[in-house]
């Protein structure tokens, strides 16, 4: 069963650091490239951050650039997010996602993580 | 950045009623656009990705259309457990962005 499981939220003071991992299992993750996407309370979807199959490449949302940083350990099968000097607004429950694609527009987000929340307050 | 702008962002229908959700697009994405549902308190599920390409395991009530910058999600006979928020998302170019969103509730 292909699966996502995120751990490490939790409540964090502004300007803090916390670390999110996400395990996958029922698949190969090495051969997959991943994402995080984000979610604030009562809020949309807000992509976070995307890593290449081996960890070369890396892209992040200008709101997190240069405070947050998303890497892998394959052999572990592990994702992880490390956020650093939180702000409220980055209060949300984070998912991980495994990213598809294929030729032409053929390009998905599927499976989702179950999510874990992050709460940033003072 | 590629915006996503979703309509109607809230929609009162009846089950067996047929509904669509339309998604603009600020620019051109071909169709690298996909589209989920999101239950309260849960994570979104993937339903359509390529604009109209079911996800296998998806019921068939459910079909995409559309290319450019105007899509279309289409739920057909709409039962009890389609009620939930539905969202689009484009992965043309990097930001990949989302609609706002459009929540499905019950008459």
């Known amino acids: 069963q292909v699966q996502l499981v995120e751990s490490g939220g939790g409540g964090v003071q502004p300007g803090r650091s916390l670390r999110l991992s996400c395990t996958a299992s029922?698949?190969?993750?090495?051969?997959?490239?991943m994402q995080w996407v984000r979610q604030a309370p009562g809020k949309g979807l807000e992509w976070v951050a995307y890593?290449?199959?081996?960890?070369?490449?890396?892209y992040y949302a200008e709101s997190v650039k240069g405070r947050f940083t998303i890497s892998r350990d394959n052999p572990k099968n592990t994702l992880y997010l490390q956020m650093d000097s939180l702000r409220t607004e980055d209060t949300a429950v984070y998912y991980c996602v495994r990213y598809n694609y294929g030729s032409g527009s053929y390009r998905w987000f599927d499976p989702w993580g179950q999510g874990t929340l992050v709460t940033v307050s003072s | 950045d590629i915006q996503l702008t979703q309509s109607p962002s809230f929609l009162s229908a009846s089950v067996g009623d047929r509904v669509t959700i339309t998604c603009r697009a600020s620019q051109d994405i071909s169709s690298y656009l996909a589209w989920y549902e999101q239950k309260q308190g849960k994570a979104p599920k993937l339903l359509i990705y390529a604009a109209s390409t079911l996800l296998s395991g998806v019921p068939s009530r459910f079909s995409g259309s559309g290319s450019g910058t105007e899509f279309t999600l289409t739920i057909n006979t709409l039962q009890p457990e389609d009620f939930a928020t539905y969202y689009c998302q484009q992965l043309s170019t990097y930001p990949i962005t989302f609609g706002q969103g459009t929540r499905l509730d019950i008459k």
């Open positions: 890593i290449s199959y081996d960890g070369s490449n890396k």
């Open positions: 029922g698949f190969i993750s090495s051969s997959y490239a």
